[in-house]
């Protein structure tokens, strides 16, 4: 992989690979469904491999997924002989780093040569110290929530869904307590004794000394508030010092319902704190109030004596929790907004102008940052949508979610004859956990038009079977040849890897 003259023309699309050539990487996705783990090898001017290992965790809702992440890590142990050359840590999501935690131990036996991490995670960065105050600050006040919802009798059907939709969130997303996240992230930078490698658009590309046939571009994450979607308004700068309208409503309602300090005065109230009966107390009948006796009968109690129209179940009626229904937007903002934070790399081929793409779990924030980025390299400029019309390999970004990936900026882009793409999902999982269509059918369909086919899934049927084939011929577009193990064909546990030559 010699290095051209930084001048040479570039081919406005990727050239095509003469049959027969070694592959330019390899790459072996694991299949745990939802959840990422990719390792990627090079060859050095040697002859000896380089390996990059993107993210390692798989979604709290996978049954035995501890269990499959150890196995997961024993195979890089045995492929790799425990050295990976960069560890790259996507984002702050425990479906891409829960194996730093869960097998730390196995972990702590590879010899990792960096970490590489995006600029939001780097505490020595006062923005990325901000939005990293923001998602502690929502996180406290989401968990709050959640506690409360918990311990709470007769939610309305509203309110029983926010309940649910916080646990996913807390639990799927972040960890189970929607804090072990944070130690998962911390545990992959320690397993180099190197500080991490932050990186954020802008600037030259990024080489590897050992690799002087390729380099790699960074997309994102973006810097704009806006693009990260934790804004307070369009072009608004997001308050992240105070966590928010949204943190500052939940958190001063949590704290108005367990303090029993007379002087607390909750700002957000519309009412004067001299106005009305707590409910407690209303409920309680401690208070000599006209309307105690109507909200026991009519808020507390099925009535002994409804009238024809009156339904005799009350719950309907309650809405003492549904102030905390604020936490469900407050949940999709961090959500979406930690998604938005997910390094995307592009690896490029100097010599043959192939691109190879991998978002981590970037949504439509983070790819629209891309549409004005320019690349000086050499004499000549290198833009976003030259990137992705010669990217010939795409890992599908939040496992084929509708929100993940654009169709103007996004998919009408990637133009290349010889795209290929694998999705890490897994439809089943999807469904069990209410997600709904995951991965969306509309980019499935443009997929499998783009790619005439070429698309792996983790939940492929094939994957599971002893010597199983793709549908797709191979060699085809950009992969020359595809080998899979199953983890246990028997029990029907699936693939554990898939592994595709690229060229």
Known sequence: MSRKPATRAKPEAASAIPSGQSPLVTVRHYCQGIGDCHLLTFKTQEGQPFRILIDCGVHVSITGGPALVGDIVTDLKNETGGLIDILVVTHEHW??????????????????????????ENPADAEAAELDKFKGQALAALQGAGQQLEGMQGLNPYMERVRDGLHAVLGFQFGAAGQRVRSARDAAAKLCAKPPRYFEPGGPPTSIPQLPGLQIYVLGPPRDKAALRLEEQAGAMFPLASGGPFTRALASGLEANETSD??????????????????????????????????????????AHTAPQESPEQSWRRIDADWMGIAADLAL?????????????????????????????????????WKD???????????????????????????????????????????????????????????????????????????????????????????????????????????????SVPRDAARGLGGLWVEVDLV
Do not use: C
């Not at 997910?342 to 790819?367: C, H, K, M, T, Y």
């Open 373 to 483: 980025l320019k690349w000086p390299v050499g004499q000549r400029t290198v833009t976003s949508a030259d990137l992705l019309a010669r990217t010939v390999y795409l890992k599908v970004a939040h496992h084929g979610s509708q929100n993940a990936t654009p169709q103007k900026q996004g998919f009408d882009l990637l133009t290349s004859a010889d795209l290929s793409a694998f999705i890490p999902t897994n439809k089943a999982d999807a469904v069990k956990v209410h997600w709904g269509e995951m991965p969306y059918d509309g980019i499935l369909t443009a997929l499998e038009t783009k790619t005439k086919g070429r698309v792996i899934r983790a939940d492929d049927a094939w994957l599971a079977e002893k010597n199983g084939e793709p549908a797709f011929a191979t060699p085809s577009g950009s992969i020359q040849a595809v080998r």
């Open 95 to 120: 479906d891409h780093v829960s194996g730093f935690l869960t097998a730390n131990d196995l972990f702590k036996t590879f010899t990792i040569g960096e970490v590489w991490m995006a600029w939001t």
């Open 262 to 303: 007379p002087g607390f005065v909750d700002e957000l109230s519309p009412f004067d704190d001299s106005i009305g009966t707590p409910l407690s107390v209303a409920l309680s009948g401690e208070a000599d109030d006209s309307a105690v006796d109507y909200v026991r009968k009519h808020y507390s109690e099925p009535i």
């Open 333 to 369: 903002r961090l959500d979406r907004g930690v998604n938005n934070t997910s390094l995307v790399l592009a690896f490029e081929f100097i010599d043959s102008g192939r691109v190879f793409l991998f978002p981590g779990d970037a949504q439509i924030g983070n790819w629209l940052s």
